[in-house]
């Protein structure tokens, strides 16, 4: 899924 | 955003300001290595290449161009400042890091969650992360005797990717399908390279002694 690869962290 | 993430990355951001504010203050950057300044700049560098695509939140992107800006001034003092580059001991940090990089771009092409370039840049960021204190930790060793900033810096940074650790625990339990083995396994081994560091730093703190690391 795409929030799979969506990096949220720094 | 929970509490462990925050905290790691205050920690993160406080480490770096203890670092600026030494370097700007007493125009020094004695016993900080100058490779593993370098090697944060391009982690940073590589790492934050979504930063005009990706759009997370405010603070991400204020964060990501704070951690930018900040590992790119340290580097230009010591590289440029007339004052705080006389005080740079090139002789003793002699860790040959370009042979980090080259490993971690490897493992990078082949370890990645998608063999895209941005995907490709994130792993390598996080492979040299996780490697990025060895000149400085070497440097440490050699030098000996350790001042009190450079050993919060040291302390700090090793601080924050242990709250990594906890806020990749919590994601774990708390989210589903939050999985993500590149980073959890890079910001363990980080971690675990401080590991003798955090020892005789608690070491000393604890006789209040000044702190030395075993040659």
């Given amino acids: ?10 | 955003m929970n509490m462990f993430r925050f905290l790691g990355d205050m920690t993160h951001l406080f480490s770096v300001l203890v670092l600026l504010l030494k370097i700007h203050t007493i125009k020094s950057c004695a016993g900080i290595s100058l490779k593993t300044q370098e090697l944060y700049a391009i982690v940073f560098a590589t790492r934050y290449l979504d930063l005009f695509t990706d759009y997370i939140s405010l603070y991400n992107t204020v964060m990501k161009l704070v951690y930018l800006g900040s590992s790119l001034s340290i580097v230009w003092y010591m590289r440029r400042h007339k004052l705080v580059r006389r005080s740079y001991d090139k002789d003793q940090d002699t860790f040959r890091h370009h042979f980090l990089i080259l490993p971690c771009l490897i493992l990078a092409l082949l370890i990645n969650e998608k063999f895209t370039f941005m995907e490709v840049m994130w792993a390598f960021s996080l492979y040299l992360e996780a490697v990025a204190i060895l000149p400085q930790l070497v440097l440490l060793q050699r030098t000996r005797n350790i001042d009190n900033l450079t050993g919060q810096y040291v302390f700090l940074l090793g601080a924050y990717r242990s709250f990594y650790i906890l806020n990749w625990i919590y994601r774990y339990f708390t989210e589903v399908h939050y999985v993500h083995w590149i980073t959890w396994i890079s910001g363990l081994v980080q971690t675990l390279l401080y590991g003798d560091f955090f020892y005789y730093y608690f070491h000393s703190w604890k006789n209040n002694e000044k702190l030395q690391l075993p040659a």
């Fill in chain 1, 1 to 10: 899924t795409d929030d799979q690869t969506t990096k949220d962290e720094l």
